[in-house]
């Protein structure tokens, strides 16, 4: 079964609006964490965001936020303004405790900015 | 700081012969990891060391694929021999400790002809 799934393989957004990410998970660990990472066509990846399972608030970092709904396991990832650099791939990732903390990614959601 | 060190870059082999990619993590960092990329995927865990020792190699093709971290700083990542479904990025990362976020190098993109 799917651990990380990512529903949207391809997704389009018009340059300074901003855009939603999808991202659910499938985990029985209580303890885990959340993480987004952003592939450009250069191939790095870039650590963007993340969130614990246990933190009451969703995290924020500069035009990154994440749209944390425990209860439906889901994790989604805003970004707000949207430049044509944030074209790229993003990958949701989780680590569970149970794991040995290894860190599982999802299939990837492909974003293009349109000026 | 320097960021992880990865070489070479590209790769270019016949299959059945063997090839072997060199990773340096951040200086400081415990956890280090590999993964395998295939076009149009996510990241893959090959194998994933807590200083010299292996935490977790559950999908790493034994029969083929080695990885070793002496002294539990720089690792290298052994394929022998090659098979065309080993075209790939193979990415090395590495952490402070596995809770924390990965931080990865560039890749070595890696042809199987």
């Known amino acids: 079964a799917q651990k990380i799934t990512q529903t949207q393989p391809g997704m389009f957004v018009q340059e300074k609006e901003a855009v939603t990410l999808d991202c659910t998970y499938d985990t029985s660990d209580p303890s885990y964490g959340l993480f987004w990472y952003k592939q450009p066509s250069s191939g790095e990846m870039i650590f963007l965001i993340y969130?614990?399972?246990?933190?009451?608030q969703n995290a924020t970092e500069g035009r990154y936020s994440l749209n944390f709904q425990k209860a439906r396991k889901s994790a989604n990832l805003v970004i707000s303004a949207s430049q044509l650099g944030d074209s790229a791939m993003y990958f949701c990732a989780m680590r569970e405790k149970t794991s040995y903390d290894k860190v599982i990614f999802g299939p990837g959601t492909s974003l293009s900015v349109i000026p | 700081e320097a960021g992880v060190a990865q070489s070479p870059r590209y790769k270019i082999i016949e299959k059945r012969q063997s090839v072997a990619f060199w990773c340096n993590p951040i200086?400081?960092?415990?956890?280090l990891y590999w993964y395998q990329q295939i076009l149009g995927q996510g990241p893959k865990l090959l194998i994933q060391?807590?200083?010299?020792?292996?935490?977790?190699d559950s999908q790493l093709p034994k029969d083929r694929f080695s990885a070793e971290r002496l002294k539990g700083v720089d690792s290298t990542l052994k394929i022998q021999p090659a098979k065309l479904e080993d075209s790939a990025v193979y990415l090395c990362?590495?952490?402070?400790?596995?809770?924390?976020?990965?931080?990865f190098g560039d890749g070595t993109r890696l042809s199987i002809l």
């Open positions: 969130q614990g399972s246990y933190d009451q």
């Open positions: 060391f807590q200083n010299n020792g292996v935490v977790d």
């Open positions: 200086s400081g960092h415990a956890t």
């Open positions: 990362a590495s952490s402070l400790d596995p809770l924390q976020p990965q931080h």
